[in-house]
């Protein structure tokens, strides 16, 4: 069976700002796919996945200086995207299920969310973290 969790915040300004940065970075990554594979479809008629093509973009983005900022993001979110991405694609090319092309993410509208790692999260509120099973005595948990 998988859980989820769902957490309702209210955050200090501060924290308000790093959130709209990684609302942001992910919404950027997002639709950087969909402009990407799009393009290279009506442009060379080749089809480009976002869960293996453009997830290896990341890292190369990150190096860039125009892209520089996205370091500061959650990197296991900017991937998420890149599935979510993935995801909309194989509901538009499934006959069974009557979605439509994926569309670009605005910043007004529908809330804003992203995925992230429940251990991170917990670590960065304060609360303790545990260390995996398979880590020694001697290893940092994370």
């Known amino acids: 069976m998988l859980k989820a969790t769902r957490i309702r915040i209210y ?16 919404r950027f990554c997002y639709n ?5 594979m ?3 479809y009506k442009r060379h008629g080749q089809s480009l996945s ?9 890292p190369v983005a990150k190096k860039s200086r125009k892209y520089g900022w996205m370091k500061e993001a959650d990197s296991i979110a900017l991937q998420q995207a890149c599935i979510n991405l993935d995801k909309a694609f194989q509901r538009f090319f499934d ?22 790692v429940w251990d991170k999260i917990r ?3 304060g609360q303790g973290t545990q ?9 940092p948990p994370g």
């Open 11 to 26: 955050p200090t300004s501060e924290q308000a700002a790093f959130l709209n940065r990684q609302f942001g970075a992910v």
């Open 131 to 139: 260390a995996r099973a398979d880590q020694g005595k001697d290893s």
């Open 95 to 116: 006959p069974q299920q009557k979605a439509g092309h994926p569309r670009f993410k605005g910043k007004r509208g529908k809330q804003s969310s992203y995925h992230c």
């Open 32 to 36: 950087t796919g969909l402009r990407i």
């Open 50 to 58: 976002a869960k293996h093509d453009i997830k290896r973009l990341l």
């Open 38 to 40: 799009s393009h290279r």
């Open 123 to 125: 670590g960065e509120l």
